[in-house]
């Protein structure tokens, strides 16, 4: 069992930057492939970015790259998402996401979710 924890949302200016973090429990999170989902108003929730259990491995939507950098310190069973270059699009509240056997992209893939962060991105 794992139960994730986000935080690091809040509100910041179009250009601005935010660190999400997501914190996890138990001694098994060095074993998850983690990822990152937001769900905006009125839409789907939709993949962001994904990484490897070691960290070795990464992949973003298109929508983000180059932007945003997704990482995890297994020492300290935590994920990030380093949010550069925010735009008004980004506004939605972002779940950090665990799957054991892949890195998730679909949201049938993800075996454990966190309780969303919101993020707001003013223009």
């Known amino acids: 069992q794992v139960q994730l924890v986000e935080s690091g949302g809040g509100l910041v200016q179009a250009g601005g930057s935010l660190r999400l973090s997501c914190a996890a429990s138990g001694r098994t999170f060095s074993r998850y492939n983690m990822g990152w989902f937001r769900q905006a108003p009125g839409k789907e929730r939709e993949f962001v970015a994904r990484i490897s259990w070691s960290g070795a491995g990464t992949y973003y939507a298109d929508s983000v790259k180059g932007r945003f950098t997704i990482s995890r310190d297994n020492a300290k069973n935590t994920a990030y998402l380093q949010m550069n270059s925010l735009k008004p699009e980004d506004t939605a509240v972002y779940y950090c996401?665990?799957?054991?056997?892949?890195?998730?992209?679909?949201?049938?893939?993800?075996?454990?979710w966190g309780q969303g962060t919101q993020v707001t991105v003013s223009s």
């Open positions: 996401a665990g799957a054991l056997y892949t890195a998730p992209y679909h949201m049938s893939e993800v075996e454990y």
